[in-house]
């Protein structure tokens, strides 16, 4: 059986030396227990600040980890007492900026990774697969967005590694050569023989193109699942929340019913997590058209501000609590309903559908 191109066990990471271990903020990535398939793509999906590219870092070798060991193609290359230096780990590694030489033309570019003797067959095959034939003799600033980023993916590949790592690489990019690119890397990858991780933050285009996506906030593992998976069974409230842009609501657990400032809901059936104790607080996931809207002058949501979709409105509501502060709400409208939108319009708010109960405070657990 082939060994995983990469597993981390146990890893921690911070930068710097201030603080004790346990303070809070301190680690930039807690306790990640990590693996990638043969053959897989997996997403590394979260917010700013999260961990994703100090994991990639950590991998890849610009960084060491401060605990636990990192495993590539079954050869430790990061631990207690192993340490391997990138250039040796086989890994390839795809930038958000390209990393391109400018100095250097499209060809010398992809075959600048290779050793003097090897052979350049491949790198032929790959300018070809990508659609880069014809401008070998272009330099960087002679392409594209989208051509430079096929040839950072080509350089990436020529030496024929067997993981990829790709930090963000479509981010710089426009929407349509974005949709294109990541639609293709899938196949460019399996075509090539290798497996990827690829760092982003947007949940779509993570739950397009991935095999398993794995969700990271403040340092640390939420859930790593199929997108499906993720969808239908989000293991926490924040990738509900971030994952799906549900909204996240403070809520109770009482007499079988999902209390929240909107009012009472019916519990999600085959909800992932369990109800908590009666009157124990937690917090609740509602879907954008999980309520029926109505003007009413006497309301306590008013509209915040509006986004055309198309084929519906997205709302920003928010919601006035008494003796606490307002929240804000994303609600979905469909087009047919043609009350008046204007700003500061007062709303009325009606449950509709089941929601999602998460005790607060759920440990987070291990995903392998």
Request: charged share 20%; glycine share 10%; hydrophobic share 40%.
């Amino acid at each position: 059986m082939p060994a995983d191109p990469v597993r981390l066990d146990g890893v921690w990471h911070r930068y710097g030396r201030g603080g004790a271990p346990g303070e809070a903020n301190d680690w930039a990535l807690e306790a990640i227990d990590l693996h990638l398939g043969p053959g897989e793509l997996v997403g590394l999906l979260g917010p700013s600040g999260c961990g994703k590219t100090t994991l990639l870092r950590l991998i890849a070798g610009f960084e060491r980890p401060s605990r636990g060991q990192v495993t590539v193609q079954g050869r430790q290359v990061a631990g207690p007492a192993v340490w391997v230096p990138p250039e040796r780990r086989g890994v390839g590694m795809v930038f958000q900026d390209y990393a391109l030489f400018p100095h250097l033309d499209a060809w010398q570019n992809t075959c600048f990774g290779l050793r003097p003797r090897q052979d350049r067959s491949r790198a032929a095959w790959l300018l070809e697969l990508l659609g880069l034939a014809g401008l070998e003799q272009r330099y960087p600033h002679e392409l594209s967005g989208g051509q430079r980023q096929r040839l950072a993916l080509a350089r990436a590949l020529a030496p024929a590694p067997e993981l990829v790592l790709l930090d963000e690489p479509f981010s710089n990019l426009d929407v349509d050569v974005r949709l294109r690119l990541r639609s293709e890397l899938p196949g460019v990858l399996s075509r090539c023989g290798a497996s990827g991780l690829i760092v982003t933050h947007d949940p779509e285009e993570a739950l397009a193109i991935c095999d398993r996506v794995a969700v990271l906030k403040d340092g640390r593992l939420h859930q790593c699942a199929a997108p499906q998976e993720l969808v239908e069974h989000p293991a926490t409230a924040f990738v509900g929340h971030f994952v799906l842009q549900r909204n996240l609501l403070p809520a109770q657990w009482r007499n079988g019913q999902v209390v929240t400032p909107l009012g009472a809901f019916a519990p999600l059936s085959g909800a992932a997590a369990s109800p908590c104790p009666d009157g124990a607080p937690a917090e609740v996931l509602l879907q954008p058209d999980a309520l029926e809207l109505t003007p009413d002058p006497a309301g306590t949501a008013w509209v915040m501000g509006r986004e055309f979709l198309g084929r519906e409105w997205l709302l920003q509501v928010e919601l006035e609590q008494p003796q606490a502060a307002p929240f804000r709400l994303r609600l979905r409208l469909p087009l047919e309903r043609t009350f008046q939108l204007s700003e500061r319009c007062r709303l009325g708010l009606r449950p509709q559908q089941p929601a999602l109960l998460f005790p607060q405070r759920l440990p987070l657990l291990p995903c392998l």
